[in-house]
C-alpha cells in the first residue's frame, strides 16, 4: 500500500507533519480529515530510482504529467473542504499549498480572483487549457443551485470515470498499435533496405522476371527516390487537417454530420450528452438551461448546432422528444426513452440510464473491435511478408535452377 507523507493543520491551528499509508492520494485526504486534521500538503512517497527523471526533474515532471491540474482530485478536495466548513478561498488556498509550480500558480491565481468578487466559474474560465469547458459548465450549475460542495465531489467522480475509460481504451489499444508499428518497420525495412539490394542481382543477371515481382521492385525503387519526403509531407497534411478541423467551422461542420452516421460515434456522443443533462436537471437547472450547458461537453460540432435549434424549440413550448422526432437525427429508442421518462416526470433518472446503457454499448462495441483488430493485422501482416517470400524466391529458384 503507498505511504504519503503530509504536512497539516490540527484543530488548534498548529502544523502537523508525518506519514501514513492509503489505497488512494483521496482516500489519504479523508482519513486526516476524519482525524481532525486540515491538510495543506500531501504527496506520495517515491521509491528511489536512478532513472532519467532524477536527472531531468523538470522534463521528467513535463513527460509524466506531474506538473498538470487534476481536475477530479482538486475538485474532490475542494468539495470535501467545502462540506467540512471551510470557505472556498480557504480551499483553493489549501488546493495552491499542495500543487507544484504551475498548478501552484493556477490556484493562487483563481483565489486571487475569488477574493476580488469574481465568481468561481468565471475564475476558471481564464485557464481554458486547465479546465475544460463541461467542467466549468457544472461548476456554474453548482453555483446557481447553491451546493458547490456536493456537486464538485460528484463532478470529480464524472472525470474520474472518464479518465478510467479513456485509460481503458488506450491500454486495450496498446497491442494492436505495437503491431501495427512492427508490420510497418518490417516493410518498410524490406522495401527499402534488402530489395534494392536483390534487384540488382536479377538485374545484372538479365532474367525475366514475374509481374509481381518486378511491382514489387518498382515499389521498392519508388520508395528510394520519394520515401525521405513522404513522411515529412504526410505529417504536414495531418497537421493541415488538424488545422483546419479545429478553426473552419464549415468543414468541421461537415466532417461532424458524416462521422455522425457511425453508431460508435453517435453513441459515444449521446450518452456524454445524456448523462451531462442528467446531471444538470437532478440539480435543479430547467430543461432549456440544462440543454445548453450540456451541449458545450460535446465535440461534434453538427450535434452542437442541431441540439441549439432544438433548444430553442423547447423553449418555445413544444416536448424535447416531439423536436427530435421531427428534427430526425437521433435513434428511434432514445426518442422513446425520453418520451418515457417526460410521461412519468422522471426525465433526469432516464436520461441517466440511457447514459449508462449507451456507455456499455459503446464499450462493448470497442471491445469488440479490438479483439477483432489484433488477429486482422496478425493476419495482414503475414500475408504482405508472405507475399514478398513469394516475390522474391521465385525468381531465385529460376535463377538457380538456369545456373544447374
Not at 481504451?169 to 525495412?189: Q, R
Not at 416536448?319 to 435513434?331: C, E, N, T
Amino acid at each position: 500500500m503507498p505511504t504519503y507523507t503530509y504536512q497539516a493543520l490540527d484543530q488548534s491551528g498548529k502544523r502537523r507533519k508525518g506519514s501514513l499509508e492509503s489505497e488512494s492520494q483521496a482516500k489519504a485526504f479523508a482519513q486526516l480529515q476524519a482525524q481532525g486534521f486540515t491538510p495543506v500538503q500531501l504527496s506520495k512517497v517515491q521509491a528511489k530510482s536512478h532513472r532519467t527523471g532524477q536527472f531531468f526533474p523538470k522534463v521528467w515532471m513535463r513527460l509524466t504529467g506531474h506538473n498538470r491540474i487534476r481536475v477530479e482530485e482538486a475538485f474532490y478536495y475542494l468539495g470535501l473542504m467545502l462540506q467540512g466548513g471551510n470557505s472556498l478561498t480557504q480551499g483553493l488556498e489549501l488546493l495552491g499549498r499542495m500543487g507544484q509550480d504551475r498548478s501552484t500558480n493556477v490556484w493562487q491565481d483563481i483565489r486571487n480572483k475569488v477574493e476580488s468578487g469574481i465568481s468561481f466559474s468565471q475564475a476558471l474560465q481564464e485557464h481554458p487549457q486547465s479546465f475544460s469547458q463541461v467542467s466549468i459548465g457544472m461548476v456554474q450549475v453548482a453555483e446557481r443551485t447553491g451546493h458547490l460542495g456536493n456537486i464538485l465531489e460528484q463532478i470529480a467522480a464524472y472525470e474520474e470515470q472518464r479518465k478510467e475509460m479513456q485509460s481503458k481504451l488506450l491500454t486495450a489499444m496498446a497491442y494492436p498499435l505495437v503491431v501495427l508499428l512492427i508490420g510497418v518497420g518490417a516493410v518498410s525495412f524490406l522495401l527499402a533496405g534488402i530489395l534494392p539490394r536483390i534487384a540488382g542481382i536479377f538485374q545484372a543477371s538479365g532474367q525475366d522476371m514475374p509481374v509481381y515481382t518486378r511491382f514489387l521492385f518498382s515499389l521498392s525503387q519508388w520508395l528510394g527516390d520519394w520515401g525521405s519526403a513522404l513522411l515529412p509531407l504526410f505529417l504536414l497534411f495531418l497537421f493541415w487537417a488538424g488545422w483546419a478541423y479545429q478553426t473552419k467551422n464549415t468543414l468541421r461542420y461537415r466532417v461532424d454530420k458524416l462521422l455522425w452516421k457511425i453508431p460508435i460515434i453517435r453513441d459515444s456522443t449521446l450518452s456524454r450528452f445524456s448523462g451531462l443533462l442528467a446531471f444538470q436537471l437532478a440539480a435543479g437547472i430547467s430543461l432549456v438551461q440544462a440543454m445548453q450547458g450540456a451541449v458545450q461537453g460535446v465535440r461534434s460540432l453538427f450535434f452542437r448546432e442541431q441540439m441549439g435549434q432544438a433548444a430553442k424549440e423547447v423553449s418555445a413550448g413544444q416536448a424535447l422528444d416531439q423536436v427530435l422526432l421531427k428534427m430526425d437525427f437521433v435513434p428511434q429508442m432514445y426518442l422513446t426513452a425520453l418520451g418515457s421518462g417526460q410521461k412519468a416526470g422522471e426525465l433526469p433518472a432516464f436520461l441517466e440510464r440511457l447514459h449508462r446503457i449507451l456507455e456499455h454499448r459503446v464499450d462493448t462495441t470497442l471491445r469488440r473491435i479490438i479483439g477483432l483488430l489484433e488477429p486482422a493485422l496478425i493476419l495482414v501482416l503475414g500475408l504482405v511478408i508472405g507475399f514478398f517470400v513469394l516475390a522474391v524466391m521465385e525468381p531465385i529458384f529460376d535463377l538457380t535452377s538456369g545456373i544447374s
